[in-house]
């Protein structure tokens, strides 16, 4: 990787551990191999929304051309958001393409990646499904964030009837994340949800 | 026409300015044989996201980049003296030492002149408070060459 890439990234990771963000338990960063090519990120979900109390891990790759290129971010943990793919975990935002610049750094991706998760753009979205959800049925959209990071990032506030119904689908054979994909698509009707996961 | 992409390696503000920077060197290479043909060809990015090798340009994709380099070099250069009080160069994180290549923008950020240009020819901005350099490099050029 060229020299100033590594270089970059051994000062940010300093800059990162020692932040009073690290302190604060709100992100962190660890590094994957010894290249500073691949990192680990970690962000803990903002007070006041659906993702409180839980804790989202995240993939960062580092370019070969990086600063001049942003780094490549993904959710590794499942999350129910309109900015990020609820199958790949896929991010769509700004500053990670063409608003990138070479100043930010990992610790302002991770802070902007935060931020995302208390304001969401459902008009620029990376999934529709959840989008659409967020956009016309906000309440559903609120309870069904809620239930996936209880269920896939430790948060700490159960959605009783929706873990019941995805019991419901578990208990007649069906696959409890496919079951819990096809409950939320189709806001939580199991009827609905059983032909998705049926006809696909 | 490819021989105009090639990377200037002498900074003509002081032509623009009169001679109150640093000027550079003397370079003899003037003098000597015409330098070798290269045998890697450059590589540019007509946009931040897409890397070529400049033999492989559009013609429009050449013109951008042409005009591209005719601006960057249009931007003031100097020699770190420490004598301000930036210390680092926000794109590698590396502190300023005396005798570096600087560059100014007109918003007042100062980089390393090897790093912002490996940037400003990816995109046109100022990578700490994203001013386009354009306009405001536009007016003050156009200032410059009124008064001449």
Redesign the interface.
Known sequence: MAN?AV??IK??FKEVVKSEEVAECHIQVELVNDSFTELKGQIAGPPDTPYEGATFNLEIKIPE?Y???PPKVKFLTAIWHPNISSVTGAICLDIL??Q?????TLRTVLLSLQALLAAAEPDDPQDAVVAKQYKENHPIFLKTARHWANIYAGGTIREDDYDNRVIQLKNMGFDPHKARVALSTHNWNVERAMEHILNY | MGNCLKSPTNDDISLLRGNEGHSEPPDSSGLGPPPPYQETVPVYHPTPNVSRPANQLTEEEQIKIAQRLGLINHLPTGIFDGSKKVRECVICMGEFAIGDSVRFLPCMHTYHKDCIDDWLMRSFTCPSCLEPVDAALLTTYETNSSSN
């Open positions: 100033i270089q970059r000062r940010e051309t600063p001049f290129n393409k063409d990138w610049a070479a100043a930010m």
